[in-house]
């Protein structure tokens, strides 16, 4: 902990700018993951409907799952990419915390798991019917912090699943047991604002999500080093 | 893999000592608790024998929180001292609890039958022990796709306190989402004839918790040295040739 803070934090923004850099030049790895999202909705549209009104009543749990599978194969590729050129060892031996490559990971992972949410969502609501509910704002607080709660597990478990055999399976089966509340909060507190909140219950399933994120934020930024070290 | 070794602590397999003797005990105590819980305490005025279930499905879903203490214990010793001793107690308090959530389940479900008229319902002690089990199952599988003892060690420590971490969370969540369980079982919401045969029980399942947790701990201790030792004999034989 030689090092400020800014240069830790410029350290982290430089591996986040050569994620993102990587993948808007790319652009193959984002649409393969925005394709499979939508694909997912249209089957749950299939599996659901036709009825219009039981479409709709899903469309929260539609939307969060098909999020939740596309966004996996992201987590993966963030550090499959690295594996790939040989690049994780070089990304190491550059000085400073490791902790800089976990926050770094992270953000470039929430922008790109945000813009595939905000995608989703805005396909969801087109492809389910539903209409802007009058306490959007607070939809839009839950899709931020669900998202903030699934990028911070993701990258974690990434970091570990990437590097074992039998990654593509043992990704999700680690990460969607630990983000059960994440999707019972975030689908229930949607539902919650979409039916007009009456059981004034969204504010409950929000002040869960923040606390899950702010514990697991510190969990994966104290736990990282030793695990992309092992 | 590419990661340099460390020092071990586990050299020499473990010295069977008085553990069998201990196991004879633990096994005969689970069979004395079970003929007072069976014989000599009465059916239940509602459910009749059913409630014979109790006796093993509460003592057991206890104990799997024992277990899982253990593993957290064993979890964070290993990344504090390194002590592969404490992974590999983790590791064997894993699987004998993910054991012990498969029973709690599955006695659950038997009860659950003929009493509420359904195998599962999606309650939050049913639904959050589900999760419980499904976060060993991915411990262990991590546990088995990774190679390297080291990395192995430090990996499946992290994703095991983070599980804990997780599990109020989860209960909680599960909890505001739906609620059906009957109230918690306590020796103080029994009839005094039945208190005795679920302390007689929680202690004999006890003892049987702490018996094949220790036996899981010894044979994994068994390979590694093993291991070790094989290993520790190829290096000797490089710098000899």
Partial sequence: MSDSFAAEFARARAVAWKDLTTERRSKAGFNAVVSLALTILLLFGFALGPDSGAVRAAAPGALWLAALFASVLAFGRSFQVELDGGALEMLLLYPGSRRAIYVGKLLANLAFVGLLIAIVVVASMVLFQVTIPRAWPAVLGIIGLGAVGVTALGTFYAAIASRSRAREVLLPLLLFPMLVPVLLAAVQGTKALMAGDLMNEAGAWISLLAGFDLLFLLAGFLAFDAVIDA | ?241
Avoid at chain 2, 145 to 159: H, L, N
Avoid at chain 2, 175 to 199: A, F, K, M
Wanted: with cysteine; hydrophobic share 55%; net charge positive.
């Fill in chain 2, 1 to 241: 893999m590419t990661t340099t070794r460390q020092e071990t602590d586990v050299i020499a397999p473990p010295a069977p000592g008085r553990w069998r003797l201990f196991g004879v005990f633990a096994i005969a105590s689970l069979v004395v608790a079970q003929v007072v819980a069976v014989v000599i305490s009465p059916p239940d005025r509602d459910m009749g024998h059913l409630q014979k279930i109790m006796y093993v499905h509460f003592p057991i879903a206890l104990n799997m929180f024992v277990c899982y203490l253990v593993v957290l214990i064993g979890s964070v010793r290993y990344l504090m001292l390194r002590s592969e001793r404490a992974d590999l107690l983790a590791a064997s308090a894993a699987e004998v609890g993910a054991v012990m959530t498969g029973l709690t389940l599955a006695l659950g479900m038997l009860w659950a039958k003929p009493t509420w008229g359904v195998w599962w319902a999606w309650d939050p002690r049913l639904t959050s022990t589900l999760v419980l089990f499904l976060l060993a199952t991915a411990y262990l599988a991590l546990r088995a796709f990774v190679d390297d003892p080291e990395r192995r060690a430090t990996w499946s420590a992290t994703v095991g306190i983070l599980g804990a971490l997780n599990v109020p969370i989860v209960y909680m969540s599960v909890r505001w989402w739906r609620t059906l369980h009957q109230v918690q079982s306590s020796p103080s919401s029994l009839d005094p004839e039945y208190v005795i045969g679920v302390r007689l029980n929680l202690t004999a399942v006890l003892l049987v918790t702490v018996y094949l947790i220790h036996s899981r701990y010894a044979a994994a201790l068994t390979e590694r040295a093993a291991e070790n030792r094989a290993m520790a004999a190829a290096l000797g034989a490089n710098h000899g040739g």
